[in-house]
């Protein structure tokens, strides 16, 4: 048995089952109340479960996020809701500077069973402070694990499996994904955080990507198929610690590899999985490795060159295609 | 509590204990025997022993990165305490911390933060978690008077009085961020208004006179424990060395510091303990062998440490399923 719903209403599931299971689970952050969140992900949840669990706070990520990982220090098990990866930036220090390094710097002594669940992304002409990809640059942080969930199923499970973690867990939901419809099971539940998945077999290239790039890699391909080229399609899923294993051994069996990443090219995520790849599977390769990045700007408001900055399927295929001709 | 001979000589023996420990860092240090930053609290010894007493081993600390005297305070080891500060696996942090980053599960101790600021909200989680699971304990949280130019202070004083935390705000108000004095960086020099402008109960004690403390934080761990709202305690005290051991102390003079060092806390605690007929010589000789003793002990053992094996350098980046708590 399965069922249609939003990415929006499976993260809001996962929220409200672990409320229920867990009493050690409460969510907080701002607007996630009364307001019923930002993305109206938490919508109805501060009547069903009242303030104590669905606490709104001030406009200080700093101190909330900080708390965050107080109280998991203290025995709970905190969601905190940060609006968006570019707020987040005021909470860095808290995540870089306490919640990535307590474990380690504390000899091992005190682990951080926080979840921090942030919208990312752009494609809503909400300019250069509301729509940036930051997970890759989180991603380079020893000490903290970075999901990015693209599909329903991986939106209602992820959160479980970051709650059951026990150390610092971040979850980027992209924006545009909220409205995303799709079928989940009846009995859909936590998934596994520890490797990517491919989407779509191929042979002729691998693409590899992760969050809503994966449906613009996805519409490529169909696309690709048509002239007789046939895209492997995965999707990271997780983006620390990196799953190599499943795109190495994809890459191994196309011999091209393209890279399609909402953040920016220069020192990215996908400069990491490019240099992967080229110290692991270098001479299974046909030709270099490719990237569709966004383009190094701040990301401008108008929809026109909103869309030119952003990957997009016609700049997948048109990469793809150019790849496969050079032979 | 009144001062009687055994409860004058506690005070003094803790505040001589670290003492010792602080001016064996230092020599150590010289030794290079201790690397990295190694900031001394010699002269605010009367804070962490005055202040600590108040809370009770359920309790929890949070720090800063001047915190040696906290930790020994505390009832970390001296040893364990030289021992990550020479950087051996016997330290209370296994030698991954460091003289800034001391931690200590059995204490409840969570460690030196060596972001300015960084301790306060960290402090008001633990009292979160305390409060929704209905334990009635405080949350002892140290900082400087530097802090309170960082935005994460005032965050810090709003949330915890508008979610009515049980946070013990100990602010040292050693006169210097740094070497940044508070009035070329404070628009408002009164640190006790701040606090008060949130709602929070707040005062303010001389940090260098160790009944004084003991009793004002008395008082204010009460009040937390009593009401469940926060309290902010300033307590003036002075750092008579420098910050770090690579500060050449251009900002103050050597009036300024000799002026304070005639109201050094364990010198006045001593006389004001002879005058009372609590203390004689022979008494103080005997607590200072015991101290020098203990901490001639800290250093065999620091020296007799070892060091972590190379093959561990990755470990606790993520938990080991073993040890989760």
Redesign the interface.
Known sequence: MSRTVTYREAVREAIREALIEDPRV?LMGEDVGAYGGCFAVSKGLLEEFGP?RI?D??L?E???????????????R?IVEIMTVNFSLLAA??IL??AAT??????????VPLVIRMATGGGKQLAAQHSHSLEGWYAHI??IKVLSPATIADARGMLPAALED??PVLIFEHSSLYNLKGELSQDAGKVAIDRAEVRRSGKDLTIITYSASLYKALEAAEELARDGIEAEVIDLRTLRPLDEKTFLDSVARTHRALVVDEGWRSGGLSAEISARIMEKTFFDLDGPVERVCSAEVPMPYAKHLEDAALPQKETVVAKAREMVRRG | MSLDRAHGHHLLKEMLRIRRLEEKSAELYGAMKIRGFLHLCIGEEAVAVGVLPSIRPEDAVVSTYREHGHALARGISARAILAEMYGKQEGCSRGRGGSMHLFDRATRFYGGNAIVGGGLPIAVGLALADRMQKRNSVTCCFFGEGAVAEGEFHESMNLSALWRLPVLFACENNLYAMGTALARSESVLDLVSKAASYGIPADSVDGMDVLQVEEAARAAAASVRDTGMPCFLEIRTYRFRAHSMFDPELYRSKEEVEEWKKRDPIEGLARLLSDRGLLDDPERRRIEVEVEKEIADAVEFAEAGTLEPLEDLTRFVQSERSTVR
């Open positions: 409460f104590e606490r706070t001030p200080s700093s101190v909330f996020v900080g708390a965050g990982i107080g109280a998991a220090l203290g025995g709970m905190p220090d808290q500077n306490t307590y474990l380690h710097m504390s000899g091992g002594q005190f682990n020893p000490g026990p150390d």
